[in-house]
């Protein structure tokens, strides 16, 4: 890949916090589209086309949706257009007001924020300011930056809707979330006497150092990275010396500590960057008045402040005496222009590679927390099954290395000195059972139940009609590192080490659980192994508290893998009903495309954040899920008119977002169904896509994937491509298929080109599409659960299926287009592009169009005992 | 309880635990050396990937009993103090990494090949079985390939 070696910066950084590059994304430049093109080690010179971005903007406002929620989705796009007509002044047209109340309202007086002030003669350090060359979709707000009264230089900035890009607080359901946290008045008032508290902070340290509290969760999706990017960038300090660690749970960030929706970068590119930007102008008034100079003849470079007669002082040495007395506004800042970005765009590693690689990265149960010991759980034989009666409790006690044996809501625990002994003795246990939620479902039955859900199509008048249905079985979640938790539960407090990409809904969950108001337990955020939406759930968080709590002791408690796929979360199953209709000629007259799914369980804050985000109600009838569902499906063609709906199943399985949610199913199945109708209209796939795109951004990255279509492959290999836009973002996915032997395909080649508006890190982009191909090979192939009578039969990565080296693809080129539009999301956006073009060329090298996926999905294994 | 005493990355042991415990757990619950992750505990994910006796093993499924007098690795182990391994340098290099959990492992047995052959073949690099659930694995390939380059 890439040649480029790592800047030797990325090599120093030992143990900073994680980071990469889910997320990540950011302004913009002027030149619309230098594609930098790295993969696997070919440059490519790139390409694009060039790309109107007025086009784009308004090409996109004219997507038809389904009808009942048009209002809100063109006003919606009325103010994305703005977004990338590329004149700030647009960006404050009379849609804004719709997402602007902020969910933390109380700021001082002093914070004039209105969200639409940047016109005003007071336009703040907004980030940019409107000529700024950054371009589109900048300088519609400024960021409200502080200088906190601390020992050393410390700058805080807001968070929040009146930090985001407009698009991104009314269209993501993600902003976050946080139910019972709600402020009371007085909590109101509290927070308005401290206008500082909910913000996002930079602490400069006299070691030169700078410090910065992120809060979002760091999975793997490499966003530590790319937010020390953007400080390093602003502040001229070397990456090497900063230090990204992921913030506790702070319940008055309310909406604004929940990962997901790829949001991230999107909404605090613009605060980090301001942060750092007030910092460093402190920094160099600092030394202007040491030095008894005009601040404007000094420059910054490397973490030093330089004078022109050579003098230079260290950030570090003026930390402290940049320290503000008391806390006050910061002078308004500009943020660099997109031509003086020397890290932002730069290909980076991960700040915490090298703790990775010499395996020095913690994890959860990689800490060191005094006393605590292993706890595993067991579990019911069917999903929330409950705890009748415990048989051999003391024999387990006296078992070797065991501690305790202790009764919670989910199973029964066992605390023991090591692992080993703690899964010795639940499997040791006889328990009787309670009954679960769903003890007579099996795979067949949901799947019928889910095609009744929805209605089939009646047969059209006077046109013609193409039909085809799709299902998808669930899919684990399969972190590597399965769902743990460290808890120390004491008589009137409680402290909690997980992963969490919710941890205020987390914590509030946790004090419920053991009884303890929420403002006495520590919830500490840590790096997860992994997680495509499983650490939305604390349910690990709860069971090692409540074990702390009846054990009286701290425990580290983990799910074994087994339990980990069959009681763990997944993505729920979906059917899928097409229908394009078309004239005689061939031209798409309409859309239709109904989902059924099992019900996705939400319950983790976002259902909170997006009744918060959203400026009107839904539409009259529409559920949480439908909400969030329109809020997520876009086709990218012009199809005619187009209708996307959703009709959820109600049962009780452990389902919940899974990368890409809905787009990870009902796009890959819209994206395939294309390939059928291109087919049935005597039409090739690629041209039938490029000639219904809306934008010339979208035919850019079709383009750039797809320069070889069509290239001659032995019999029994195909191409098959894919395109999927979302987050502001878009991707295409070529891939090359060997199914010679039908039973054993091999993704041989993948070509892949995304468009993220400005890459913070395109090499954290590059890996993310990487993702995106290896969990599209997986779940279009062979990676599935069968629930079988209440449990998944599934309890290893060998019987789930999950792609190994043997069938990813030895030859991946990956386009990182670049362009001058506002950061997009990342780190789900793959994902349905992948899973289509891995099944469009398995239907083209077999001739066999598949309806149910994984493809290949029989129950090749004896499965672990219940 | 028995004791066990074997070499871990360099250094004599002795611990105390039943002779069917598996060394993951003495490494990682009784000995604190903690880059050889849990995933499975069946040697079907290889996240534990280790060295015994310079050969790739996992020690979620080999009994301590197995290891007395013998010489483990793990990933703490393969670094020359603060000088990296090549195939550590090459996992930077490619920036292989996402959430990192199953790296040590997948490093471990990019290692143990290495030492069997100096320059791999895809289909030899295609026998690592170590999942990597964020699916890195075409980064792997490359850092793989590498490390050859650099180690020949």
Redesign the interface.
């Known amino acids: ?1 890439e040649p480029q ?2 800047p030797a910066a ?2 120093h950084t030992t143990n900073a916090e ?1 980071s ?2 889910s997320g990540h994304a950011e302004p913009s430049r002027g030149s619309g589209h230098a594609e930098s093109s790295r993969g ?2 070919r440059a490519e010179s790139s390409q694009g086309s060039g790309r109107a971005e007025s086009s784009q903007g308004s090409g996109r406002a004219e997507s038809s949706q389904g009808s009942g929620h048009a209002g809100h989705a063109e006003s919606l796009r009325g103010s994305e257009r703005a977004e990338h007509a590329g004149h700030a002044g647009h960006a404050q047209s009379p849609q804004t007001p719709q997402i602007t109340p902020s969910p933390q309202g109380p700021q001082g007086p002093e914070s004039p924020q209105g969200p639409e002030s940047p016109q005003g003669p007071k336009s703040p350090h907004g980030p940019e300011s409107p000529q700024s060359p950054e371009g589109s979709g900048v300088g519609r707000r400024k960021v409200l930056a502080y200088l906190v009264a601390a020992p050393t230089l410390t700058v805080a900035v807001r968070v929040g809707a009146d930090a985001w890009a407009p698009e991104a607080a009314a269209a993501t359901p993600e902003a976050t979330a946080l139910p019972d946290v709600l402020p009371d008045l007085g909590d109101v008032l509290i927070l308005a006497a401290a206008p500082t508290a909910h913000l996002l902070t930079l602490e400069l340290g006299e070691d030169g150092t700078a410090r910065f509290g992120l809060p979002r969760a760091e ?4 966003l530590t990275t790319a937010v020390a990017m953007l400080i390093a960038d602003e502040l001229d300090l070397p990456l090497d010396r900063i230090k990204v660690r992921l913030d506790d749970a702070r319940p008055e960030l309310l909406f604004n500590q929940l990962t997901g929706s790829s949001n991230s970068i999107r909404a605090l590119h613009r605060p980090v960057r301001a942060a750092a930007a007030a910092a460093r102008a402190r920094l160099i008034a600092t030394a202007a008045r040491r030095w008894g100079t005009d601040a404007a003849d000094l420059t910054t470079r490397e973490g030093a402040v330089h004078a022109p007669d050579g003098r230079t002082l260290d950030y570090g040495a003026l930390a402290a005496r940049a320290a503000a007395p008391r806390t006050t506004e910061a002078p308004e800042v500009t943020l660099k222009p997109a031509g003086e970005q020397r890290v932002v765009g730069r290909p980076t ?2 700040i ?12 959860a ?2 800490l ?1 927390v005094p006393g605590a010991k ?1 706890a595993m759980v067991r579990r019911p034989p069917t999903v929330n099954g409950t705890v009748a009666k415990v048989h051999n409790a003391a024999a387990v006690r006296g078992m ?2 065991v501690l305790d044996v202790v009764e919670i809501a989910t199973g029964v625990a066992v605390v023991a ?5 703690a ?1 010795a003795g639940k499997d040791a246990l006889r328990v009787d059972w309670g009954p679960g939620t769903v003890d007579e479902l099996s795979h067949e039955d949901i799947k019928a139940r889910l095609r009744k859900t929805v209605p089939d199509f009646l047969p059209p008048l006077l046109v013609r009609h193409i039909d085809a249905e799709y299902d998808f079985a669930p899919v684990s979640h ?5 769902n743990s938790a460290v808890a120390d539960v004491r008589d009137d407090r409680a402290t909690v080490w997980t992963a969490a990409q919710s941890p205020i809904a987390a914590r509030a969950a946790v004090a419920k659980a053991i009884g303890l108001p929420p403002s006495r337990v520590d919830f500490h955020v840590v ?6 939406g499983r650490r939305l759930f604390y349910d690990a968080a709860i069971e090692a508290a409540q074990v702390s709590k009846a054990a009286g002791r701290p425990v580290r408690l ?1 799910w ?2 087994v339990d980990d796929m069959r009681h763990g979360r997944m993505r729920p199953p979906t059917h899928h009903k097409l229908r394009v209709t078309h004239t005689r000629g061939g031209t798409p007259l309409s859309l239709q495309h109904r989902t059924a799914s099992v019900e996705i369980d939400a319950g983790h804050g976002i259902g909170d954040a997006l009744t918060a985000g959203l400026t009107e109600l839904p539409a009259a009838g529409e559920t949480f899920a439908q909400t969030m569902f329109r809020l997520s499906m876009r086709s990218p063609y012009d199809l005619g008119a187009t209708a996307q709906t959703l009709t959820e199943l109600p049962l009780k399985l452990h389902t919940g977002s899974w990368r890409s949610v809905y787009s990870g199913t009902a796009r890959a199945a819209e994206e395939m169904f294309l390939d059928e109708v291109a087919e049935q209209l005597g039409a090739d796939p690629v041209e039938f896509r490029r000639t219904r795109l809306r934008t010339a951004a979208q035919r850019a990255v079709l383009d750039a994937a797809t320069r070889d279509w069509g290239r001659e492959l032995p019999a029994g290999c195909a191409q098959g491509v894919g395109f999927h836009e979302e987050y502001k973002s878009r991707v295409a996915y070529l891939v090359e298929l060997d199914a010679r032997d039908p039973k054993e395909p091999r993704v041989t080649r993948a070509v892949i080109a995304v468009d993220v508006g400005r890459a913070v890190n395109p ?1 954290g982009v590059e ?1 993310q599409m ?6 599209g090979i ?1 779940t279009a192939l062979r990676a599935g659960l069968h629930f079988d009578k209440g449990l998944p039969l599934e309890g ?3 019987q789930f299926h ?9 030859d ?1 080129t990956v386009h990182v287009i670049d362009s001058d539009a506002e950061p997009g999301g990342v780190g789900e956006l793959g994902v349905p592009a992948a899973v289509a073009a891995v099944g469009n060329a398995y239907a083209r090298a077999t001739g066999t169009r598949v309806r149910s996926f994984p493809i290949l999905f029989d129950v090749d294994f004896e499965p672990f005992p219940r | ?1 028995p004791a066990h005493t074997f070499t871990v990355n360099g250094e004599q042991v002795t611990v105390d ?2 002779d069917d ?2 060394l ?3 490494l ?3 000995l ?1 050396i ?9 040697d ?2 290889k ?1 534990c990937t280790s060295h015994l006796d310079g050969e790739a093993v996992n020690p979620c499924a080999v009994p301590v009993s197995e290891v007395a007098d013998r010489e483990v690795t ?3 182990g ?2 020359d103090g603060d000088r ?1 391994h090549p195939v ?1 340098e090459a ?5 292989v ?8 492992g997948q ?1 471990m047995a990019a290692v143990a090949l290495l030492r069997r052959t100096k320059s791999p073949t ?1 289909e030899e ?18 850092a793989i390939k590498s490390a050859a380059a650099r180690m020949s």
């Open positions: 890949m070696p790592p990325a090599e994680p990469r590059g696997s080690g999975v793997g999706q490499g590693g991960r915490d590679a090298r703790a990775i690689v010499t395996g020095r990265q913690e994890y149960l990689d060191d292993p070797a290395g000195e090591t692992f080993g002994q899964l399969a972190p590597l590192e399965t790096q997860a192994g992994g997680s495509f983990m074994s893998r090499r890996a990487l993702g995106g191909l290896t969990d997986a290893s990565y060998s999950y792609a190994r080296q043997k069938d990813s693809p030895p991946v | 309880m635990a039943p415990l598996p993951l757990w003495v990682r619950d009784l604190g903690r880059g050889p992750k849990y995933g499975c505990g069946i079907v994910c996240a793990t990933i703490e393969l670094a990296l550590q996992w930077l290099e490619q920036d990494a996402q959430c990192g959990y199953c790296q040590p490093i895809d690099i295609d026998a690592i079985a170590n999942v990597c659930r964020c699916g890195t694995y075409f980064r792997i390939r490359e």
